[in-house]
Structures are given as structure tokens and as C-alpha cells.
């Protein structure tokens, strides 16, 4: 296919569409995943599973093909549940990942489209902007102070220029970061066939990073290993000076050992992790990479970028000011709809407000997208502040594509967050005659620098008011020359045309989530480039308590510390380079830090912070890359619900180590306490390994669906260096095994005391008490939603498989167990609900206390 780069114009649909069959999509090919037998492997890797295929090796190997039998059947129990919940979790982050996917813009059948980057084809005119990812290696036709970062690809840390000179192509690749200016291009090559898709080819996948709490649970699961190993071969030794046979006691410390470690610990934080990320999905939060999640509960204080986080982001342009008058515009949104409207006795005169609009049309590259059948009403195509210029002057009669057309641009500064401002040059009615026109930050404009003509004092005056108010101001200058204009001495001499003032309306429930961060625990911090008046005035619409001082990018160059020492929790006139100093001053001090962002110079500090979120609605795709959690919708309070989702996960994590470990442990201690009391082998290997089966399985994992404790966001986030089993949980734990152990024990020596099958009773209430704890830590159904869950099922079907032994005498006979009478069954069932009532009752004190 010949691409036409001197003409461009973009490509016609019916055009886009064939190139899109002939060429696919835009996308690098992901690798295969792994087929069932690698997944199979990948589970008998696991380090408990091994100690369990050693121990069915020594049972062969010793002709013992009931406890063979058994330790076969848990193997591959355990292998099912764990390939299961990695299919499951490799096909909810396949559905994170599409979510997140990055967009594009682009020029088809003369209209401005916004694209899935997997949609751009060959012969497609991209249009770039600072902030863009670019979509596809393309060769560009127009540029403007056009810089970009291509680290990802060459390394080079430094952006690089992308002017264009004389006829030498200029070439951008895919992957690329547009970091300043803007401008345009042909694609020249998508997918497999751009330079990062060459790359990626030559990569082969990662295996992904365990998350910290998975790092924590390893290092808990050696731990425990050597504990229960060391156990294990006491109960071993002790039966040996008993006068069991080594076979038995070895095939018994073996099975042992693994009773005693939770080896379906892994399944359970992954299926928690996996479960919590499509949760957050359903409610408007991306997740990125499964860490986030975990690290969501830790959070302690949330950094939050005011324009479109704290406010809705559709900026509107309500006030004028001239040196002849205010004015106010009337309307919503960006709907150029509506009217200006004088106020008081000075009013704006026609002319300075003529003036002072097409001024605004001209110094600005936003435009309007119109209302159609995928959006209810008008959006803005750029900027939004720039948009909502472009409403406004709509609102006074002047068109902006008409005044673009008759005063076409001939050279321009760019905005940057550094100079605050934006000039423009454009050529007027005749070939010698052209316009100057600058916008941007009141104190910046109005030191009498750039502006030197009119009434300065007034406007500081007017711009100052304005701010308290909370409004966002913006002065606008302009001035005529008669030839060329000289960039290097156009911001100069300008004439003052007048203050626009912008508002971001703040969001509906931007005090409720204030209050919902105060209740948590979290810290909140406002943080923008706004006047400190207009921050204040923010912060006050919120219910944020601003404190005596609000800390200004000054204040922070002058040395004044960012953190929780200035006891700061609003920040004004912030550098992008400063949010990353204000992220590191607080983590300096032991917090854990969110930080949420949606412009490119966000995008450090976004990738600074534990936690970067970003706005996937009207964010720039950097700072979408540089995040860890994507909000959909650009609501602030998803945030609040991701923490609780963050929490929940912790808890059931911690939920179910204290009711796995406790029952290990209770198994330890029946076996090595039994013999003492007449008990000589309390429980056969295969007997243990069935109770691990029934009580580590499904029940363990349902854990990791349990919904979030009600009281989880009151209590406030943990300790970032708080252990696993940290807060009491390992007393907890170590009460609950011995009440399980307990138990048992007593049932086993009253059936011995009374010539009854002792073995069978302890096996009975040994594992039926273990699945009564369990739903003695059940928590409570959130309201409006089914009683019945999962963990319920789960442990019906273990109790069941529990109980049949007793009638189903090929299993019976395999696990070597006696037929029990309906008073034996009774008390053996009553007595197993002693723990878990006993759990119940304590919880339900706490909780009321």
C-alpha cells in the first residue's frame, strides 16, 4: 500500500476498514498461554506438594497403598483448585488489560475520532498532544515545538526534538511519550511490524512479581515448614519409643507436616487478589497489577490533584472582566449554548469583549465535539479549560472556526505548567499586518513584563478577588505589529485585553468522600497549581480544614519540609517536579502514599507514590501508563471502595491463616498429646491427610471470597511493617487450636475410656470442628445480597465428605475407620461445635464492646 504523506488528510472509513483487514490490528501478539500440563507441572512445584509426592514414593515403596490412595487423591485436589484459580485469575487481568488499553485520535472521513489504539491503521493521520502515547510508528507532516521521550525504546532519558526541517522525514515510533508541543502524522507501520512490536518479539513473557504480602507469606511459610518438620519428627521419635515401626512413623511425621502447613495458602491470596481486582473493575477501578490491591488497605494518606479529581472537570467560563466592565456567561458545560450577560452599571463594552473573546478562539487548540449517538451532550476535543473558552466566546457570538480560518496561526509558544502561559502569532487582513496574543496566570502576566499597557493595578485587584472566590483566573493580552513577529521578543509590550475566570465545579460527593477518608484513618492532601486563594476556597467547599497556612511551591523552594511536619494539608502553586518532592516527604515518615493525577507532569509523582491513580476518563495515557489503579470514571470516591476492597483482601487472608493454623496446630498437638492419655496412634497418615483435604480445600479458598468486614474502614489502615500475623492474630490462633485440640482429644478418651472406636471419634470431631470454626468466622451477608455463599457451600460439601466414611464402608476400610452408633455420632457432632461456638460467642463480645 503507498502512503500519500504530502497530502494528508486522513483516511475515509470504507478506507480504514480495508487497511484494518489487510494489515490487523494495531496490537503486539501476546504469548500462548500455557497449556494444561505446564499449569499442572507449574502446581507440583509448589514445595508442599513436593513433601506429599515424596511421602506417595515411600508408600509405594513400602506396598502401604491406602495411605498412597489418599495422598494421591489430595495431590490432585490441590493441583485442580490451583490451576483453576490461575485460569481464573490470568482471564480477569485479560479483562483488566482491555479496559486500560490506550487511545488514540485520529483524522477519518474529516472527522475527529477518539480510538482504541488497536483500531489505527496504516495510512490513519494521528493527531499528538503532550501527554499522548504515541500509537504507531508514524511519519509526521506537522509539528510544534514538538518534543518526545523515547526511553522506551532507545533508553535516552532525555526528550528529544522533533522538528521538522526542509524535506528530511521525521519518524516517531510506537511506544514513544509526547512530552511538549504538538502535531501530526501519517502511521506508517502498526503492530508486529512497528519498532516496539519488532522488540517485543525478541522478549520472551515474565512470570509476574510475587506481590510484598505474598513475600511475607513465603517467608511465613518456611517458617512454619521447619516448625512443623521439627514437630513432625518428635511425634515420629515418640512413636518409635512406643513401638511403632519406622514405615508408619515415618509415612506419619510426612503427613504430619503437611496437616500442619496451609499449602493452599497460594490459591488463596491469588483468588483474593484476582477476585478483588474484577470487583474494583465492576465499580470503575482498573487495576493494573494485582500488587495495587494488596497495597490499596495499607494506604495512609491520599495525595489528590484538585482540577478533576476534587472537582467534575468540566470546566466552565462564567466571568469576564474588561477595563470597561464585568460580565457573567450564563449555560452548562460545554454546550455552547446560552449568553453573556453585563453586570452592575460597568458593564463590558461590545468591542473589548469582541476583542477579548476572539482573542480566546485564537490563543487555543481545543475544540468541541457536538452531541451524537455514543455522547448525550457536548465534550471537548483538547484542553478543557481551552474548550471552555471556546464555549464562551460561542456564547458571545464568535465562532471559533471562523476566526481560525481569517486569522491563520503562523508561530506559537506552547503552554508549559514551568512559564504558565501560552502566546500565539497569527496573520491578519493583509499580508504585513499580524496579531500577538498571550494567555495565562494573573501574577505571571501582570508584572508589568509582558504586559505593559493598561490598567494593571485594576486587574490584580480584580484577579485577586476572583480568586478567593475559588475561581481559576486567566489574563489575556494582545498587540499588533506590522511585520513578522520575533518569538524571542513576542511575550512583550503587550496590551491588556482582560481576566476570563474559569470554575471547576466541585464534585457532588467531594464532602462525603472527605468524610469517608476521615472515617478510615486516611489523610487527605489537596494538591494544585491553582492560587492558594483558590485552594482555600476548594478546601473549604469540601469540609477540608486547610490549617493556619497553605504550603505554596515557594514555601518548598525557600526549604520549607512538605510532610507531615508542616502539618500542611493543602498545597498551591505546585511545580510538577515539587508533587514528587510532597510524595517523598511523607513517605519519608512511614506513610503509605496514593497519588492521583491525570496530566503528564503527574506522572512522576504517580510513579513515585505505593499507589498511582489516575483518571481513565478524561486523563492523559501517561499518566494512565505510570499508574497502578485506573479510575473509569474519574471519581475520587472509587478510591474510597478500592481501600475497602484492599482491606477486605488483608483480612481474608488473615481469617483464613488463623483458621488453617489453628487446625495444624490442633493436629500437632493431638498427635503428640494423645499417646499421653492411652490414645497410642490417635490418627492414621491418611486419616490426617484426609481432614487436610476436606478442611485446607474449598473451604480454605472460599475464604478469600468472604465479603469485607463492616467495621474494616473505621478501624484505620495497618501498620506498613506490621507482621502477617501481627495484631493478636497469632494468639488468636494458638487459643483456637488448642480449643479444636482440646476437643478432640476429649472426645478420643472418653470413646477410649468407654471400649469405643476412639480413633474414628477424634478423626470425626477433629475435622468437623475445624469446619465449624470456619463458619464461626464467617462474616455477616452485606445487605441486599444472598445469605448463601460460596464458603457455605463449600463447607457443606466438606462436612459431608467428613461424615461419609462412616456409611460408605470402601472408604471407610480405605481410611481405616469404625462405624460409629447414633449416640457416639451425636456426642462426637455436639462436642465439635464447641469451638466454633466458643469463637462465635467471643466475636460477637468484641464486637459489641
Given at each position: 500500500?503507498?502512503?500519500?504523506?504530502?497530502?494528508?488528510?486522513?483516511?475515509?472509513?470504507?478506507?480504514?476498514?480495508?487497511?484494518?483487514?489487510?494489515?490487523?490490528?494495531?496490537?503486539?501478539?501476546?504469548?500462548?498461554?500455557?497449556?494444561?500440563?505446564?499449569?499442572?507441572?507449574?502446581?507440583?512445584?509448589?514445595?508442599?506438594?513436593?513433601?506429599?509426592?515424596?511421602?506417595?514414593?515411600?508408600?509405594?515403596?513400602?506396598?502401604?497403598?491406602?495411605?498412597?490412595?489418599?495422598?494421591?487423591?489430595?495431590?490432585?485436589?490441590?493441583?485442580?483448585?490451583?490451576?483453576?484459580?490461575?485460569?481464573?485469575?490470568?482471564?480477569?487481568?485479560?479483562?483488566?488489560?482491555?479496559?486500560?488499553?490506550?487511545?488514540?485520535?485520529?483524522?477519518?472521513?474529516?472527522?475527529?475520532?477518539?480510538?482504541?489504539?488497536?483500531?489505527?491503521?496504516?495510512?490513519?493521520?494521528?493527531?499528538?498532544?503532550?501527554?499522548?502515547?504515541?500509537?504507531?510508528?508514524?511519519?509526521?507532516?506537522?509539528?510544534?515545538?514538538?518534543?518526545?521521550?523515547?526511553?522506551?525504546?532507545?533508553?535516552?532519558?532525555?526528550?528529544?526534538?522533533?522538528e521538522l526541517r526542509d524535506d528530511t522525514p521525521i519518524e516517531m515510533s510506537a511506544g514513544t511519550v509526547v512530552t511538549n508541543g504538538r502535531g501530526s502524522g501519517i502511521v506508517t507501520r502498526t503492530g508486529p511490524d512497528s519498532a516496539l512490536g519488532q522488540i517485543a518479539a525478541l522478549l520472551s513473557a515474565q512470570r509476574p512479581r510475587p506481590t510484598p504480602l505474598q513475600r511475607r507469606l513465603r517467608s511465613l511459610s518456611r517458617t512454619l515448614t521447619i516448625t512443623a518438620l521439627t514437630l513432625s519428627a518428635l511425634v515420629g521419635v515418640s512413636g518409635l519409643l512406643r513401638g511403632r515401626s519406622v514405615s508408619e512413623m515415618l509415612v506419619t511425621a510426612v503427613s504430619l507436616t503437611v496437616a500442619a502447613v496451609p499449602e493452599s495458602l497460594p490459591a488463596v491470596v491469588m483468588l483474593a487478589l484476582a477476585l478483588g481486582a474484577h470487583r474494583m473493575a465492576k465499580k470503575a477501578a482498573v487495576v493494573r497489577s494485582l500488587p495495587a490491591v494488596e497495597t490499596l488497605g495499607a494506604v495512609t494518606v491520599i495525595a489528590a490533584d484538585k482540577t478533576g479529581t476534587m472537582t467534575e472537570g468540566v470546566?466552565?467560563?462564567?466571568?469576564?472582566?474588561?477595563?470597561?466592565?464585568?460580565?457573567?456567561?450564563?449555560?452548562?458545560?460545554?454546550?455552547?449554548?446560552?449568553?453573556?450577560?453585563?453586570?452592575?452599571?460597568?458593564?463590558?463594552?461590545?468591542?473589548?469583549?469582541?476583542?477579548?473573546?476572539?482573542?480566546?478562539?485564537?490563543?487555543?487548540?481545543?475544540?468541541?465535539?457536538?452531541?451524537?449517538?455514543?455522547?448525550?451532550?457536548?465534550?471537548?476535543?483538547?484542553?478543557?479549560?481551552?474548550?471552555?473558552?471556546?464555549?464562551?466566546?460561542?456564547?458571545?457570538?464568535?465562532?471559533?472556526?471562523?476566526?481560525?480560518?481569517?486569522?491563520?496561526?503562523?508561530?506559537?509558544?506552547?503552554?508549559?505548567?514551568?512559564?504558565?502561559?501560552?502566546?500565539?502569532?497569527?496573520?491578519?487582513?493583509?499580508?504585513?499586518?499580524?496579531?500577538?496574543?498571550?494567555?495565562?496566570?494573573?501574577?505571571?502576566?501582570?508584572?508589568?513584563?509582558?504586559?505593559?499597557?493598561?490598567?494593571?493595578?485594576?486587574?490584580?485587584?480584580?484577579?485577586?478577588?476572583?480568586?478567593?472566590?475559588?475561581?481559576?483566573?486567566?489574563?489575556?493580552?494582545?498587540?499588533?505589529?506590522?511585520?513578522?513577529?520575533?518569538?524571542?521578543?513576542?511575550?512583550?509590550?503587550?496590551?491588556?485585553?482582560?481576566?476570563?475566570?474559569?470554575?471547576?465545579?466541585?464534585?457532588?460527593?467531594?464532602?462525603?468522600?472527605?468524610?469517608?477518608?476521615?472515617?478510615?484513618?486516611?489523610?487527605?492532601?489537596?494538591?494544585?497549581?491553582?492560587?492558594?486563594?483558590?485552594?482555600?476556597?476548594?478546601?473549604?467547599?469540601?469540609?477540608?480544614?486547610?490549617?493556619?497556612?497553605?504550603?505554596?511551591?515557594?514555601?518548598?523552594?525557600?526549604?520549607?519540609?512538605?510532610?507531615?511536619?508542616?502539618?500542611?494539608?493543602?498545597?498551591?502553586?505546585?511545580?510538577?517536579?515539587?508533587?514528587?518532592?510532597?510524595?517523598?516527604?511523607?513517605?519519608?515518615?512511614?506513610?503509605?502514599?496514593?497519588?492521583?493525577?491525570?496530566?503528564?507532569?503527574?506522572?512522576?509523582?504517580?510513579?513515585?507514590?505505593?499507589?498511582?491513580?489516575?483518571?481513565?476518563?478524561?486523563?492523559?495515557?501517561?499518566?494512565?501508563?505510570?499508574?497502578?489503579?485506573?479510575?473509569?470514571?474519574?471519581?475520587?470516591?472509587?478510591?474510597?471502595?478500592?481501600?475497602?476492597?484492599?482491606?477486605?483482601?488483608?483480612?481474608?487472608?488473615?481469617?483464613?491463616?488463623?483458621?488453617?493454623?489453628?487446625?495444624?496446630?490442633?493436629?500437632?498437638?493431638?498427635?503428640?498429646?494423645?499417646?499421653?492419655?492411652?490414645?497410642?496412634?490417635?490418627?492414621?497418615?491418611?486419616?490426617?491427610?484426609?481432614?487436610?483435604?476436606?478442611?485446607?480445600?474449598?473451604?480454605?479458598?472460599?475464604?478469600?471470597?468472604?465479603?469485607?468486614?463492616?467495621?474494616?474502614?473505621?478501624?484505620?489502615?495497618?501498620?506498613?511493617?506490621?507482621?502477617?500475623?501481627?495484631?493478636?492474630?497469632?494468639?488468636?490462633?494458638?487459643?483456637?487450636?488448642?480449643?479444636?485440640?482440646?476437643?478432640?482429644?476429649?472426645?478420643?478418651?472418653?470413646?477410649?475410656?468407654?471400649?469405643?472406636?476412639?480413633?474414628?471419634?477424634?478423626?470425626?470431631?477433629?475435622?468437623?470442628?475445624?469446619?465449624?470454626?470456619?463458619?464461626?468466622?464467617?462474616?455477616?451477608?452485606?445487605?441486599?445480597?444472598?445469605?448463601?455463599?460460596?464458603?457455605?457451600?463449600?463447607?457443606?460439601?466438606?462436612?459431608?465428605?467428613?461424615?461419609?466414611?462412616?456409611?460408605?464402608?470402601?472408604?471407610?476400610?480405605?481410611?481405616?475407620?469404625?462405624?460409629?452408633?447414633?449416640?457416639?455420632?451425636?456426642?462426637?457432632?455436639?462436642?465439635?461445635?464447641?469451638?466454633?461456638?466458643?469463637?462465635?460467642?467471643?466475636?460477637?463480645?468484641?464486637?459489641?464492646?
Amino acid at each position: 500500500m503507498t502512503l500519500d504523506l504530502k497530502t494528508p488528510e486522513g483516511l475515509t472509513d470504507a478506507a480504514a476498514a480495508a487497511n484494518l483487514s489487510e494489515h490487523g490490528p494495531n496490537s503486539i501478539p501476546q504469548p500462548a498461554p500455557p497449556g494444561v500440563l505446564p499449569r499442572v507441572l507449574g502446581q507440583l512445584r509448589d514445595p508442599m506438594i513436593l513433601i506429599l509426592l515424596a511421602a506417595a514414593a515411600l508408600t509405594a515403596t513400602l506396598r502401604d497403598f491406602t495411605d498412597l490412595t489418599v495422598i494421591l487423591l489430595v495431590v490432585t485436589l490441590n493441583t485442580t483448585v490451583g490451576v483453576i484459580q490461575e485460569l481464573r485469575a490470568e482471564k480477569a487481568l485479560s479483562a483488566l488489560r482491555q479496559l486500560a488499553a490506550p487511545q488514540a485520535r485520529v483524522i477519518r472521513s474529516g472527522r475527529t475520532l477518539v480510538l482504541a489504539a488497536d483500531e489505527v491503521v496504516p495510512g490513519d493521520l494521528a493527531l499528538l498532544e503532550a501527554g499522548d502515547v504515541v500509537p504507531a510508528d508514524l511519519q509526521l507532516v506537522t509539528a510544534s515545538r514538538l518534543q518526545a521521550d523515547e526511553a522506551a525504546l532507545t533508553g535516552e532519558s532525555v526528550p528529544v526534538d522533533k522538528e521538522l526541517r526542509d524535506d528530511t522525514p521525521i519518524e516517531m515510533s510506537a511506544g514513544t511519550v509526547v512530552t511538549n508541543g504538538r502535531g501530526s502524522g501519517i502511521v506508517t507501520r502498526t503492530g508486529p511490524d512497528s519498532a516496539l512490536g519488532q522488540i517485543a518479539a525478541l522478549l520472551s513473557a515474565q512470570r509476574p512479581r510475587p506481590t510484598p504480602l505474598q513475600r511475607r507469606l513465603r517467608s511465613l511459610s518456611r517458617t512454619l515448614t521447619i516448625t512443623a518438620l521439627t514437630l513432625s519428627a518428635l511425634v515420629g521419635v515418640s512413636g518409635l519409643l512406643r513401638g511403632r515401626s519406622v514405615s508408619e512413623m515415618l509415612v506419619t511425621a510426612v503427613s504430619l507436616t503437611v496437616a500442619a502447613v496451609p499449602e493452599s495458602l497460594p490459591a488463596v491470596v491469588m483468588l483474593a487478589l484476582a477476585l478483588g481486582a474484577h470487583r474494583m473493575a465492576k465499580k470503575a477501578a482498573v487495576v493494573r497489577s494485582l500488587p495495587a490491591v494488596e497495597t490499596l488497605g495499607a494506604v495512609t494518606v491520599i495525595a489528590a490533584d484538585k482540577t478533576g479529581t476534587m472537582t467534575e472537570g468540566v470546566m466552565l467560563a462564567e466571568r469576564l472582566w474588561t477595563e470597561s466592565g464585568h460580565s457573567v456567561a450564563q449555560g452548562h458545560g460545554y454546550a455552547p449554548d446560552g449568553s453573556i450577560e453585563p453586570v452592575g452599571q460597568g458593564s463590558s463594552s461590545p468591542a473589548a469583549m469582541t476583542r477579548l473573546l476572539r482573542d480566546i478562539v485564537l490563543c487555543n487548540d481545543a475544540d468541541l465535539r457536538p452531541p451524537d449517538a455514543d455522547h448525550e451532550s457536548w465534550l471537548p476535543l483538547g484542553d478543557p479549560t481551552e474548550a471552555a473558552l471556546v464555549t464562551l466566546a460561542a456564547k458571545g457570538g464568535v465562532v471559533a472556526a471562523d476566526h481560525r480560518k481569517a486569522h491563520p496561526r503562523t508561530a506559537e509558544i506552547p503552554f508549559d505548567s514551568i512559564r504558565k502561559r501560552m502566546t500565539t502569532v497569527h496573520q491578519l487582513t493583509g499580508r504585513d499586518r499580524f496579531l500577538v496574543v498571550c494567555k495565562g496566570a494573573p501574577d505571571v502576566l501582570l508584572d508589568g513584563q509582558i504586559i505593559q499597557y493598561g490598567d494593571l493595578d485594576a486587574a490584580r485587584a480584580v484577579a485577586a478577588d476572583l480568586a478567593r472566590q475559588g475561581l481559576r483566573v486567566l489574563a489575556v493580552a494582545d498587540r499588533e505589529e506590522q511585520s513578522d513577529v520575533d518569538l524571542a521578543h513576542a511575550e512583550s509590550g503587550l496590551h491588556l485585553a482582560g481576566l476570563i475566570a474559569i470554575t471547576d465545579p466541585v464534585r457532588h460527593n467531594a464532602a462525603e468522600v472527605v468524610a469517608a477518608f476521615g472515617n478510615a484513618g486516611v489523610s487527605l492532601l489537596l494538591i494544585t497549581g491553582d492560587a492558594p486563594g483558590t485552594a482555600r476556597a476548594v478546601a473549604d467547599r469540601i469540609g477540608l480544614d486547610p490549617g493556619d497556612h497553605v504550603v505554596t511551591g515557594t514555601d518548598i523552594d525557600d526549604g520549607l519540609d512538605p510532610g507531615p511536619a508542616s502539618q500542611a494539608r493543602v498545597y498551591a502553586r505546585i511545580r510538577p517536579e515539587q508533587k514528587l518532592d510532597i510524595v517523598r516527604a511523607w513517605q519519608a515518615e512511614g506513610q503509605v502514599v496514593a497519588m492521583t493525577g491525570d496530566g503528564v507532569n503527574d506522572a512522576p509523582a504517580l510513579r513515585r507514590a505505593d499507589i498511582g491513580v489516575a483518571m481513565g476518563k478524561d486523563g492523559t495515557e501517561v499518566a494512565r501508563q505510570a499508574a497502578d489503579l485506573v479510575l473509569t470514571n474519574d471519581d475520587l470516591g472509587t478510591v474510597v471502595t478500592a481501600i475497602e476492597e484492599g482491606r477486605r483482601i488483608h483480612g481474608n487472608v488473615r481469617t483464613f491463616l488463623r483458621y488453617a493454623l489453628s487446625g495444624g496446630a490442633a493436629e500437632v498437638v493431638v498427635m503428640l498429646v494423645g499417646p499421653l492419655l492411652g490414645l497410642t496412634v490417635p490418627l492414621l497418615p491418611a486419616q490426617i491427610l484426609w481432614i487436610n483435604m476436606l478442611t485446607h480445600g474449598l473451604p480454605g479458598v472460599a475464604l478469600g471470597a468472604e465479603p469485607a468486614d463492616p467495621k474494616a474502614m473505621s478501624r484505620g489502615p495497618r501498620a506498613p511493617d506490621e507482621h502477617v500475623l501481627g495484631g493478636g492474630l497469632w494468639q488468636r490462633i494458638a487459643w483456637t487450636g488448642g480449643l479444636i485440640s482440646l476437643v478432640a482429644i476429649a472426645a478420643g478418651v472418653w470413646a477410649e475410656r468407654t471400649d469405643g472406636p476412639w480413633q474414628t471419634m477424634t478423626f470425626i470431631v477433629l475435622g468437623m470442628a475445624q469446619l465449624g470454626v470456619v463458619m464461626a468466622l464467617r462474616r455477616p451477608a452485606s445487605p441486599g445480597t444472598s445469605r448463601v455463599r460460596f464458603l457455605d457451600l463449600a463447607v457443606a460439601g466438606a462436612g459431608i465428605a467428613q461424615l461419609l466414611p462412616l456409611v460408605f464402608a470402601p472408604l471407610r476400610e480405605l481410611l481405616g475407620l469404625e462405624t460409629l452408633t447414633l449416640t457416639q455420632l451425636g456426642v462426637a457432632l455436639i462436642v465439635a461445635a464447641v469451638p466454633g461456638l466458643v469463637v462465635r460467642v467471643l466475636r460477637r463480645f468484641r464486637s459489641r464492646g
